[in-house]
Structure formats: structure tokens, C-alpha cells
């Protein structure tokens, strides 16, 4: 019972010690992710960019450093009313220029347009995902063509996770997204394995392809 409630509280932090605690711990243990999707996506001054579950912001506060001519725009969107607010917090000169917009809700419901995003980066997200399907397909319709996706996260790390008895019912591994994401008109889906101050991680790249 237990490790279910983490695990929930892993994909939903809530108000409350767990999700304090979950807040400590994204801050330290997925800096190097957050700050490594960024460096990946590309992002150029003039982009639209996208993070899916940005949990306390730091890979938001990352992409809006990027982000210096005027068409430049940051969106987030995450399922946890906490980390919307934590999140919210941390990057408020952003959102008080307009440079950042923050959203709360799920990637079945993003509420962009078709067709407006270059960017798109998440990490350790989808598998909370409640339908992949559904989510890429969300992604996949706000992205422009051509516009490219970055996801990173560690396997190593999710596998441990896994063996202690976390993230049951969760769709982790790579290849059933990976496939999704073909399914759904993603192009050129592939995972690198990437080093940082030591430390594995991978990063898997999609591309939306539309005409």
C-alpha cells in the first residue's frame, strides 16, 4: 500500500510532507535531466517551447534563459495543483513578462492550438501518463511540423525504482512510448544513451511529421 501511494504521489505530488519531500528530492535527483532536455531540444531565441510535467521548474527556469527575442514563449503544463504552484513561484518574473505560461491539467487536454509548439521536452513523465495514446497524440497535434521532441530519464534509476517495488501498473519502459509515438506520426524515434558529470542517462528524440 505504500509503495502505491508513492508511486501515485510520484506522478501527482499533493500538498502535504509527501509532496514537500518529493519536492526536495525532483530538485536534486532530476536537475541533470531537466538541464540536459533543454541543451538537446535546441531551443533557439524565437522558439515555442513546451514542458510537459515540470514539477518544481527547473527545466522551465532553464528554457526561459534561451529564450531572448521577443517570439519566444514558454509553456508548462502539469497534473499537480502543488507543483503548478511551486513551479509558479519559482519562474514569476517570467510569467509577469509573459515570456512563461503556466498550465495545470493533464497531456490528454493541452490547451494550445494546433500547430504553435518547436519544442516539446518532458522528464520522467510519461509513464504516468494515463493513456499514452491519447497524450501523444495531444503532443503531436500542438507541435508544428517538423518540430522536435526530447524526453530524458534514467533507466538505471528506473529499474532500481522498479526492484524496490515502485511504479507498478506504470507503462516505464522505453519502447512501448517509443512505439506509440511511431503509431502516432512521430518520425526519426530513437534513444541515445548520454553522459553527464559521470552519470548515464538516455534521451529519446521524436520528430512530428506533417505536412
Not at 509532496?19 to 531551443?43: P, Q, T, Y
Not at 491539467?105 to 504516468?128: A, K, Q, T
Amino acid at each position: 500500500m505504500l509503495f502505491d501511494h508513492l508511486t501515485k504521489q510520484l506522478g501527482k505530488p499533493t500538498q502535504g510532507p509527501w509532496g514537500w519531500m518529493l519536492k526536495k528530492f525532483f530538485e536534486r535527483r532530476n536537475r541533470l535531466l531537466e538541464v540536459n532536455a533543454v541543451k538537446l531540444c535546441d531551443i533557439q531565441p524565437e522558439s515555442v517551447v513546451l514542458e510537459l510535467g515540470f514539477g518544481p521548474g527547473l527545466g522551465l527556469q532553464e528554457a526561459a534563459k534561451r529564450l531572448m527575442l521577443p517570439k519566444g514563449k514558454l509553456y508548462g503544463l502539469d497534473y499537480s495543483e502543488y507543483m503548478y504552484r511551486v513551479a509558479s513561484r519559482r519562474v514569476q518574473p517570467d510569467i509577469q513578462t509573459g515570456k512563461v505560461t503556466l498550465f495545470h491539467g493533464s497531456v490528454e487536454h493541452i490547451p494550445l492550438e494546433d500547430n504553435v509548439v518547436d519544442r516539446v521536452f518532458h522528464c520522467n513523465c510519461y509513464y504516468f501518463w494515463p493513456d499514452l495514446q491519447s497524450g501523444c497524440r495531444e503532443i503531436y497535434r500542438v507541435m508544428k511540423p517538423g518540430g522536435l521532441m526530447v524526453t530524458t530519464l534514467s533507466l538505471e534509476v528506473l529499474r532500481k525504482f522498479v526492484a524496490a517495488g515502485f511504479l507498478k501498473n506504470t507503462k516505464w519502459p522505453p519502447e512501448p512510448y517509443m512505439a506509440t509515438l511511431r503509431d502516432t506520426g512521430f518520425v526519426d524515434v530513437y534513444m541515445e544513451q548520454k553522459q553527464d558529470q559521470g552519470k548515464p542517462f538516455q534521451a529519446i528524440f521524436a520528430r512530428a511529421n506533417k505536412p
